[in-house]
């Protein structure tokens, strides 16, 4: 059974940054396209982007191109989304997943990390 454990979130003031870490355990990774999602209170969860396998390449959703960078480290099976001047509508819950055909999520979802955001 995969299990995905996020972390690293908090409390930034707007044009901080942040870098959240995802764990993974119970699969090979290398094998994974990475993703990070994340949900807004009231909104539906959304892709910010996601990373290829070997990690060569990295793809955005265009609100977080510039802003946010996804890279991994396969030998520890781990994932990290670096997050930069960041703005108080990125307060969300963030999630990391795999991706399976398209950029549907290939396991159940973690607890995922709170990220606020104050002005």
């Not at 807004?40 to 265009?62: C, K, M, N, V, W």
Request: glycine share 14%; hydrophobic share 35%; proline share 3%.
């Amino acid at each position: 059974q995969v299990q995905l454990v996020e972390s690293g979130g908090g409390t930034a003031q707007a044009g901080g940054s942040m870098k959240l870490t995802c764990k993974v355990s119970g699969t090979n990774i290398r094998i994974y396209s990475m993703a990070w999602w994340r949900q807004a209170p009231g909104s539906q969860r959304e892709l910010i982007g996601h990373i290829t396998g070997g990690g060569d390449a990295a793809y955005y959703e265009r609100p977080f191109e510039g802003r946010f960078t996804i890279f991994r480290d396969n030998a520890k099976s781990t994932v990290y989304l670096d997050m930069n001047s960041l703005k108080p509508e990125d307060t969300a819950v963030y999630y990391c997943n795999g991706v399976a055909g398209g950029v549907r999520p290939a396991w159940s979802w973690g607890q995922g990390t709170q990220v606020t955001v104050s002005s």
